[in-house]
């Protein structure tokens, strides 16, 4: 058991970007961190394409996702670079006060920071900012990360590759073979090496056959399997009385 997918995540896309251009990206790190006066957190891989426009704009929006959200969704926002991909072509929107595109459909709502401060990771920077903006679509059950393992990523049927000892990212799939370094990223959703899990093979047992009884017939050889012998021997015609046990 992994004890990280049992603390209470939620999934969500980050948004950031300018009026040249946005990109959006699969988070689960958004947190409320004081009321009075309102502060929310996020954090962010450094190797992700978001995080260059964070560090530069200070600037962003969260769309909460729902439970209603689809395997499509993750893999537009979160498995594919914003370098080489527009994140926003076919998706329904609507623009927040700062210009954000903001995705609309399984989504509970969004808010918009203005980042004050930043603390810095070696992997990743935490991000804290006020809110500017918060919007509520529907009253509807937001995606956790738990269920988003249970319910909507795929499970992988993977038990072996190649004869090499590898290792699957939970998150998206994505197999490493050999060795699992401390400093790996997956280089599909970003995520670190807690997130990965050693592909077990599985050994398959033969399946148990049921014990049959057999018969032979003392003066013909004829054997029959069954519960009890026959009643006359098809062969030699003898009676039943004639047939043993065959060991």
């Given at each position: 058991?992994?004890?990280?997918?049992?603390?209470?995540?939620?999934?969500?896309?980050?948004?950031?970007?300018?009026?040249?251009?946005?990109?959006?990206?699969?988070?689960?790190?958004?947190?409320?961190?004081?009321?009075?006066?309102?502060?929310?957190?996020?954090?962010?891989?450094?190797?992700?394409?978001?995080?260059?426009?964070?560090?530069?704009?200070?600037?962003?929006?969260?769309?909460?996702?729902?439970?209603?959200?689809?395997?499509?969704?993750?893999?537009?926002?979160?498995?594919?670079?914003?370098?080489?991909?527009?994140?926003?072509?076919?998706?329904?929107?609507?623009?927040?006060?700062n210009g954000f595109s903001i995705?609309?459909?399984?989504?509970?709502?969004?808010?918009?920071?203005?980042?004050?401060?930043?603390?810095?990771?070696?992997?990743?920077?935490?991000?804290?900012?006020?809110?500017?903006?918060?919007?509520?679509?529907?009253?509807?059950?937001?995606?956790?990360?738990?269920?988003?393992?249970?319910?909507?990523?795929?499970?992988?049927?993977?038990?072996?590759?190649d004869g090499e000892k590898s290792?699957?990212?939970?998150?998206?799939?994505?197999?490493?073979?050999?060795?699992?370094?401390?400093?790996?990223?997956?280089?599909?959703?970003?995520?670190?090496?807690?997130?990965?899990?050693?592909?077990?093979?599985?050994?398959?047992?033969?399946?148990?056959?049921?014990?049959?009884?057999?018969?032979?017939?003392?003066?013909?050889?004829?054997?029959?399997?069954?519960?009890?012998?026959?009643?006359?021997?098809?062969?030699?015609?003898?009676?039943?009385?004639?047939?043993?046990?065959?060991?």
């Amino acid at each position: 058991m992994n004890i990280n997918y049992k603390i209470s995540y939620g999934l969500y896309v980050l948004i950031t970007g300018n009026k040249d251009k946005q990109n959006g990206c699969i988070i689960n790190t958004l947190m409320q961190q004081t009321g009075n006066p309102e502060a929310y957190s996020i954090t962010v891989n450094k190797q992700n394409y978001s995080h260059k426009f964070l560090l530069k704009n200070e600037k962003c929006a969260v769309a909460i996702l729902s439970t209603g959200t689809t395997f499509d969704t993750i893999k537009n926002f979160g498995f594919r670079s914003g370098i080489d991909n527009d994140k926003f072509v076919g998706v329904e929107t609507t623009t927040s006060k700062n210009g954000f595109s903001i995705p609309t459909k399984n989504v509970v709502g969004y808010l918009e920071l203005d980042i004050t401060e930043t603390v810095d990771y070696p992997t990743h920077t935490q991000f804290i900012g006020k809110p500017t903006e918060l919007v509520g679509f529907f009253d509807i059950d937001p995606l956790t990360y738990d269920y988003y393992q249970k319910h909507i990523k795929p499970q992988s049927k993977v038990t072996a590759v190649d004869g090499e000892k590898s290792y699957i990212c939970n998150i998206c799939g994505y197999i490493h073979k050999g060795e699992l370094p401390d400093d790996i990223v997956c280089p599909i959703c970003k995520h670190t090496k807690q997130d990965f899990q050693l592909i077990e093979p599985i050994i398959e047992k033969p399946e148990k056959q049921e014990k049959q009884n057999k018969f032979i017939c003392t003066v013909c050889g004829y054997i029959h399997v069954g519960d009890t012998p026959p009643d006359t021997c098809p062969v030699c015609m003898v009676d039943k009385d004639l047939f043993e046990p065959l060991k």
